[in-house]
């Protein structure tokens, strides 16, 4: 019954912005880590940012090399909704982005971004760069 939506992606020119959105529904978001991951045509998906659950006992964030400084995920526990704004997109990010969830991983949020198997998975965004 777990849902997760994402929107916001479309075409945009290097240097240029967007922010995606993660629609979480059929569970409190506050008892979830939070990933979001891409897939690019001819590659393997990888982890682009997650964060975790709201009552972590080792809480934070982690992100993907490439994308440090450039992209920020958070959360609106109220709204049960979780963000990725991407800033200064490059030629190497385009993709499909998707997000996905899971219950209060016994690790460290690096570690279940990393190795973790996620349960449950949006449908995904895709995201364009292009000059």
């Known amino acids: 019954q777990v849902q997760l939506v994402e929107s916001g992606g479309g075409l945009v020119q290097p240097g240029e912005s967007l922010r995606l959105t993660c629609a979480v529904a059929g569970v409190l978001l506050d008892d979830y880590a939070i990933g979001w991951f891409r897939q690019a045509p001819g590659k393997e998906r990888e982890a682009v940012a997650c964060?975790?659950?709201?009552?972590?006992?080792?809480?934070?964030?982690y992100y993907e090399d490439s994308v440090k400084g450039r992209f920020t995920i958070s959360r609106d526990n109220a709204k049960n909704t979780v963000y990725l704004q991407m800033n200064n997109l490059k030629a190497d990010d385009p993709a499909v982005y998707y997000c996905a969830a899971d219950l209060a991983p016994p690790t460290t949020i690096e570690a279940m971004c990393i190795f973790g198997k996620w349960v449950h998975w949006g449908q995904g965004t895709q995201v364009t760069v292009s000059s």
């Open positions: 964060i975790s659950h709201a009552g972590s006992r080792n809480p934070g964030t």
